[in-house]
C-alpha cells in the first residue's frame, strides 16, 4: 500500500511538472513571436518560478503579446500591392484598361498547368504603385458580381474626356459627368466590359491615380475596429450621409491622395450582401508573414490560408477574411520584390 502511495504521489508532482512546463511554453511562443526570444521558468536572482505565479505569468505574457503585437503592425512597412479580380475575356479587358482608363500593362503570364493566365496593369511601377491583378480561368467567360462590391475609384484631370473614350469603345457610361455638389470635383461612373464599375474623379496630376477600392459591410464600426486593429490601417476620414442613408470610413496607410485606400461602406440597415464570384481580394505587403497571422488571430481575425510560400513562386503569404468575410493577402515584401526582378 505504501509503494502505491509513493507512485502515485510521484505521478502527481510529474503531472504538475508537465502544466508547469506547459504553462511557461504557452507563454513562451506567444513572446517568442514577436521578440524572437523565449522566455526563462527564472526568475531575475536566477531561482525557479513558483507554481502559484504561473497564472500571473500567463496574463502577463497575455498582454504583453498584445501590447508587442500592436506595435509590431504599426512598425511593419505595410501597403496596398494590388486588387485581383476574375474577367471573363483577358485580352478584352486590357485593351479598355490601357486605351480607356490610361493604365499600362505591367506584367503578364500564363499557368496552364492551372488553366488561368492573370496580367498585372496600373499607372505607375508595382514597386511603388497600386495595381489591379485580372485573373483568366480557361474556359469561364462570365462572373457574377454580387452586391457587396462598390467600385474601383480613379483621379483623372479630364473626366468628359476619358467618359468620352469609354463611349467610342462601347463600354457603357452609369453616371455622365457631373459635380459631387455644387461647387464640387466632376465625377463619373463607367462600367468595364466584365461588369466592374469605375468612379472617376476630376483632380490634377498625382503620383497615385488609383483611389480605392470600395466594399460594403454590415457593421461599420465592427469593421473599422478590425482593420485598424488587425492590419493596422488609420482612419483616414468618416463621412456621414443621411440623405442617401449611408455611412462611409476610408481606411488606409497614408494619405489618400499619395495612397491607394479602401472605402467601406455602410449602408443603412443592410447587414449582409451576396459577394458573388467576381472580386477575389486585395493583396497586402508585409515584413513578415508569420507573424501578421498570429496578430490577425489575436484580435479575432480568420486565416483561410496558412502563412508559407507559394508553390512554384516561393512568395510567401498568408490569407484571412475580415468580418464580413471579404478576403485579404498579405505577402512578403522581400518575396514580392523578388517576384517583380
Same mark, same amino acid.
Given at each position: 500500500m505504501k509503494s502505491i502511495l509513493k507512485w502515485a504521489t510521484l505521478g502527481g508532482l510529474m503531472l504538475l511538472f508537465v502544466l508547469h512546463c506547459s504553462s511557461i511554453w504557452m507563454a513562451i511562443t506567444q513572446s517568442q513571436l514577436f521578440n524572437g526570444k523565449a522566455a526563462e521558468s527564472l526568475n531575475a536572482e536566477g531561482e525557479v518560478i513558483e507554481s502559484e505565479m504561473i497564472a500571473e505569468l500567463a496574463q502577463s505574457n497575455i498582454a504583453l503579446s498584445d501590447e508587442n503585437a500592436s506595435d509590431w503592425i504599426k512598425k511593419d512597412k505595410r501597403r496596398m500591392l494590388h486588387v485581383v479580380y476574375r474577367v471573363g475575356n483577358l485580352d478584352k479587358t486590357i485593351k479598355f484598361y490601357s486605351e480607356c482608363l490610361g493604365m499600362k500593362l505591367l506584367r503578364k503570364r500564363d499557368i496552364p498547368e492551372e488553366r488561368y493566365s492573370n496580367a498585372f496593369l496600373g499607372y505607375g511601377p508595382e514597386e511603388s504603385n497600386f495595381a489591379v491583378e485580372l485573373t483568366y480561368n480557361y474556359g469561364v467567360d462570365k462572373y457574377d458580381i454580387g452586391t457587396g462590391f462598390g467600385h474601383f475609384g480613379i483621379a483623372i484631370e479630364d473626366v468628359a474626356k476619358m467618359v468620352d473614350l469609354v463611349k467610342v469603345e462601347g463600354g457603357k457610361i452609369v453616371?455622365? #459627368?457631373?459635380?459631387?455638389?455644387? !461647387? !464640387?470635383?466632376?465625377? *463619373?461612373? /463607367?462600367?468595364? #466590359?466584365? !461588369?466592374? $464599375?469605375? &468612379?472617376?474623379? &476630376?483632380? !490634377? #496630376?498625382?503620383? &497615385? #491615380?488609383?483611389?480605392? /477600392?470600395m466594399l460594403r459591410v454590415g457593421d461599420l464600426d465592427q469593421s473599422i475596429n478590425f482593420y485598424k486593429r488587425a492590419f493596422g490601417m488609420e482612419l483616414l476620414r468618416k463621412t456621414v450621409d443621411p440623405d442617401n442613408k449611408n455611412t462611409i470610413a476610408i481606411m488606409g496607410y497614408g494619405p489618400e491622395d499619395k495612397n491607394a485606400v479602401l472605402e467601406l461602406t455602410y449602408i443603412y440597415g443592410v447587414k449582409s450582401y451576396d459577394k458573388g464570384n467576381g472580386y477575389a481580394q486585395i493583396a497586402v505587403g508585409t515584413d513578415d508573414v508569420y507573424k501578421t497571422a498570429e496578430a490577425i488571430k489575436l484580435y479575432g481575425g480568420e486565416i483561410v490560408v496558412e502563412p508559407g510560400p507559394l508553390p512554384g513562386l516561393n512568395t510567401k503569404i498568408m490569407a484571412c477574411v475580415d468580418p464580413d468575410g471579404w478576403k485579404t493577402v498579405f /505577402?512578403? $515584401? *522581400?518575396?514580392?520584390?523578388?517576384?517583380? &526582378?
Amino acid at each position: 500500500m505504501k509503494s502505491i502511495l509513493k507512485w502515485a504521489t510521484l505521478g502527481g508532482l510529474m503531472l504538475l511538472f508537465v502544466l508547469h512546463c506547459s504553462s511557461i511554453w504557452m507563454a513562451i511562443t506567444q513572446s517568442q513571436l514577436f521578440n524572437g526570444k523565449a522566455a526563462e521558468s527564472l526568475n531575475a536572482e536566477g531561482e525557479v518560478i513558483e507554481s502559484e505565479m504561473i497564472a500571473e505569468l500567463a496574463q502577463s505574457n497575455i498582454a504583453l503579446s498584445d501590447e508587442n503585437a500592436s506595435d509590431w503592425i504599426k512598425k511593419d512597412k505595410r501597403r496596398m500591392l494590388h486588387v485581383v479580380y476574375r474577367v471573363g475575356n483577358l485580352d478584352k479587358t486590357i485593351k479598355f484598361y490601357s486605351e480607356c482608363l490610361g493604365m499600362k500593362l505591367l506584367r503578364k503570364r500564363d499557368i496552364p498547368e492551372e488553366r488561368y493566365s492573370n496580367a498585372f496593369l496600373g499607372y505607375g511601377p508595382e514597386e511603388s504603385n497600386f495595381a489591379v491583378e485580372l485573373t483568366y480561368n480557361y474556359g469561364v467567360d462570365k462572373y457574377d458580381i454580387g452586391t457587396g462590391f462598390g467600385h474601383f475609384g480613379i483621379a483623372i484631370e479630364d473626366v468628359a474626356k476619358m467618359v468620352d473614350l469609354v463611349k467610342v469603345e462601347g463600354g457603357k457610361i452609369v453616371q455622365e #459627368p457631373a459635380p459631387i455638389k455644387d !461647387g !464640387g470635383p466632376i465625377i *463619373a461612373l /463607367v462600367e468595364d #466590359p466584365d !461588369g466592374y $464599375n469605375f &468612379e472617376l474623379l &476630376e483632380r !490634377g #496630376p498625382t503620383l &497615385e #491615380p488609383f483611389r480605392q /477600392v470600395m466594399l460594403r459591410v454590415g457593421d461599420l464600426d465592427q469593421s473599422i475596429n478590425f482593420y485598424k486593429r488587425a492590419f493596422g490601417m488609420e482612419l483616414l476620414r468618416k463621412t456621414v450621409d443621411p440623405d442617401n442613408k449611408n455611412t462611409i470610413a476610408i481606411m488606409g496607410y497614408g494619405p489618400e491622395d499619395k495612397n491607394a485606400v479602401l472605402e467601406l461602406t455602410y449602408i443603412y440597415g443592410v447587414k449582409s450582401y451576396d459577394k458573388g464570384n467576381g472580386y477575389a481580394q486585395i493583396a497586402v505587403g508585409t515584413d513578415d508573414v508569420y507573424k501578421t497571422a498570429e496578430a490577425i488571430k489575436l484580435y479575432g481575425g480568420e486565416i483561410v490560408v496558412e502563412p508559407g510560400p507559394l508553390p512554384g513562386l516561393n512568395t510567401k503569404i498568408m490569407a484571412c477574411v475580415d468580418p464580413d468575410g471579404w478576403k485579404t493577402v498579405f /505577402v512578403d $515584401n *522581400a518575396d514580392f520584390m523578388k517576384e517583380l &526582378e
